[in-house]
């Protein structure tokens, strides 16, 4: 068994092989959703998540150049971050980005065959779903958490309805999500919260990335403090 993995004990019977969340995840349970014209643009702004304290980026498909980035990326920031690649859709691309190196990989829908892809090599993975079948789906084929998608269309209490049947599965939500909403989520249950426009707002067009900096560390303590919370009760 790779290392990097870990037996569920919930399925005893056919123990599923799961990759686990990295540390950086666990020491701050933010993701950063990115998307640009082109990922030449990506490096001054995670830079400035960075001297925030959100150090797990997401690179997305959406963006024009990611694999051709990536390694750049993880040489500048492979110390201070880890660098995942999202709105993966095909077997063919999440290859390609463990191929470049990537620390994590993130797909919107229920992939099951990049699961797998993932899970053979021992990265964490995040699949996305909305429904039971599909997180289920995620979740059975060794995935690290599931990602709920679009979060904001269920809401928090979300999470509570699938604890009933699925209490094991480690959920990360995604979409309409807002820095004020993050401590919520995480109180919810939460393995860690992935926010994108409501973070970054205006830093892809000349917004100031100093202000990025400022949300990304009250997110970062907001998030803290809600950890901090539940571990307490």
């Excluded at 500048?76 to 390609?96: K, P």
């Excluded at 679009?150 to 309805?161: E, K, R």
């Amino acid at each position: 068994m790779n290392s990097s993995q870990t037996p569920d004990s919930s399925q005893a019977a056919n123990p599923v092989h799961r990759p686990v969340p990295s540390a950086i995840l666990a020491a701050n349970p933010v993701v950063a959703v990115m998307r640009a014209q082109h990922a030449r643009e990506y490096a001054p702004v995670i830079e400035a998540l960075v001297r925030g304290g959100v150090r797990s980026i997401e690179l997305t498909l959406s963006t024009q150049g990611v694999f051709e980035e990536l390694p750049r990326l993880k040489e500048r920031f492979g110390q201070d971050a880890e660098i995942g690649v999202g709105t993966i859709t095909t077997l063919h691309q999440g290859l390609q980005a463990l191929d470049g190196g990537a620390d994590y990989l993130v797909t919107p829908a229920m992939v099951t065959a990049v699961v797998s892809a993932a899970v053979e090599r021992g990265i964490p993975v995040f699949p996305g779903g909305l429904t039971p079948t599909e997180l289920l789906a995620g979740w059975n084929a060794g995935a690290t958490a599931v990602k709920l998608f679009p979060a904001s269309a269920v809401g928090t209490g979300y999470i509570g309805q699938l604890r009933g049947p699925f209490p094991d599965m480690r959920i990360v939500p995604s979409g309409g999500i807002g820095i004020d909403d993050a401590p919520a989520w995480i109180a919810a249950g939460a393995l860690a919260v992935s926010l994108g426009g409501p973070l970054l707002r205006d830093a892809f067009s000349g917004g100031s990335l100093t202000e990025l900096t400022t949300r990304a560390e009250k997110l970062s303590r907001l998030v803290a403090e809600a950890v901090e919370a539940k571990a307490a009760k």
